[in-house]
Each structure stands twice: as structure tokens, then as C-alpha cells.
């Protein structure tokens, strides 16, 4: 059975011009989750391989308002710069995905719990009888076929968001690690991602040896 794409008459494209330059934007309505997502394009990428993504998911406290527990804001940030840098190159910002997709009100309780009790990321959502991660990476594989895209450089240190998006039938032709500094801020809850969810962050480990690791795309 063929999955469902997006029709016309839910996507609008725009120019938006930003303190970057200008990215055409590309909203839509997906037709599985029904929220609605926003895809940053730069450059010419329909029909184009190897093209630099990043599925990036909400979090109002970091992307919004600089909350430093996290590292969204920053890899949010890079992204774009790596994109921009490049000349070409996808940012989808997936909403629905706060809190790896336990919603708002249910993220700022988990940190309570860390703040009160020390529990981490991943406790921290459990101890409230929530799963761990509930994200779907479905929408960002519909918008990059609707864009034309043929595969992808996908930024990203979580492995897992490789295997989600082949699963959608998207070719990932190479991981390409976002990486932030450690701060005394960021330090338990890059750790957990690590050591719980299998996050790729070889900063942490420089941080240790007195290192200053740098954010940048490799």
C-alpha cells in the first residue's frame, strides 16, 4: 500500500527572510499526525543527493527561550549556520515532537522531578508513567519527498533518527554529528542521552579531559 503524501492544498511556500538570509519556507499540514511543520529550504535541492538535513524537533524552552538544561536551541542554531554554510540544505522543524513528544506541561513536571529528586531525562518521564520517546519522523519524510530530495547528510548524534527516517524509505547516505559544548547547565542531561539513549557525544568525553569542545558540523 502506498503511503499518504501531502496534498497541495495543505502546503504553503514563502520566502522568509532572516537574520541568516533568506530560506524559502515551506509549511504544511501533514496528513498522518495533522500537525502542522515547517521545512527551511536553501538552495536548489529537487532532484538533488547528499543533501544536508535536519529533522529537528520542537522545544519552546530551548528554541524560544534560551533554556540552557538542553541543547536544542544550539544544535537548532548550528543547523541552520551548516545549512547556510553550505549553500544548500533542508532544516524540517517538527512540531508535536515538545518533550520527545510527551507535550509541554508533561516536560516541565519531568523537570521538577530532576530539579527535586535528581532524576534524569529519561527517569524523569518514566516516573510519571510516560514513555521515553514517542517522536514520529513520518512528516520530515514526506515534506523531503514532496521537496524532491534523493538522499540525505542527516544532522544529527542520535543513530536512531538514521534508522526512523530509511524507515520511511528516505536514503541516509551519511550522519553528520551536531555537537555542543558541555556545560555545568547541559552536563546531566547530554550524559543520560549518551549513556541511556545511545546519543553519539564524543564532547563529553573532551569535557572530561579539560578539552573546550566547539559546536560545528563535521
Keep these: 500500500m ?16 532572516t537574520r541568516r538570509g533568506v530560506f524559502r519556507a515551506v509549511a504544511f499540514r501533514d496528513p498522518v499526525d495533522g500537525h502542522e511543520h515547517m521545512a527551511l529550504v536553501r538552495g536548489d535541492v529537487r532532484g538533488r543527493g547528499d543533501v544536508l538535513v535536519r529533522m529537528h524537533s520542537e522545544c ?11 541543547e536544542c536551541g544550539d544544535q537548532l542554531g548550528a ?7 553550505e549553500g544548500a540544505g533542508v532544516l ?8 520527545r513528544g510527551i507535550g509541554l506541561v508533561a516536560k516541565v513536571r519531568t523537570h521538577i522531578l530532576q530539579d527535586d529528586q535528581g532524576l534524569d531525562t529519561v ?13 514520529d519522523y513520518g512528516p520530515a519524510a514526506r515534506i523531503l519527498r514532496h521537496l524532491g530530495v534523493r538522499s540525505v547528510r542527516l ?4 543513530p536512531d533518527k538514521v ?15 551536531l555537537l555542543v559544548p558541555v556545560s555545568d547547565d547541559n552536563v546531566r542531561y547530554l550524559t543520560a542521552k549518551r549513556d541511556r539513549l545511545g546519543h553519539d557525544l564524543p564532547q563529553l568525553d573532551a569535557a572530561v579531559l579539560g578539552e573546550a569542545p566547539v559546536s560545528e558540523v563535521h
Design 123 to 135: 527517569d524523569s518521564a518514566t516516573a510519571i508513567g510516560l514513555p521515553v520517546d514517542v517522536r
Design 79 to 85: 543547523a541552520l549556520d551548516a545549512i547556510v554554510r
Design 2 to 17: 502506498r503511503e499518504q503524501g501531502i496534498d497541495q492544498k495543505d502546503i504553503a511556500e514563502a520566502d522568509l527572510r
Design 92 to 99: 524540517v522543524y517538527l512540531r508535536g515532537h515538545e518533550g
Design 60 to 70: 519552546m524552552t530551548g528554541d524560544i527561550f534560551g533554556a540552557t538544561r538542553c
Design 155 to 158: 544532522m544529527s548524534n542520535n
Design 163 to 177: 534508522r526512523a527516517l530509511e524507515s520511511y524509505g528516505v536514503l541516509v547516505a551519511a550522519r553528520m554529528p
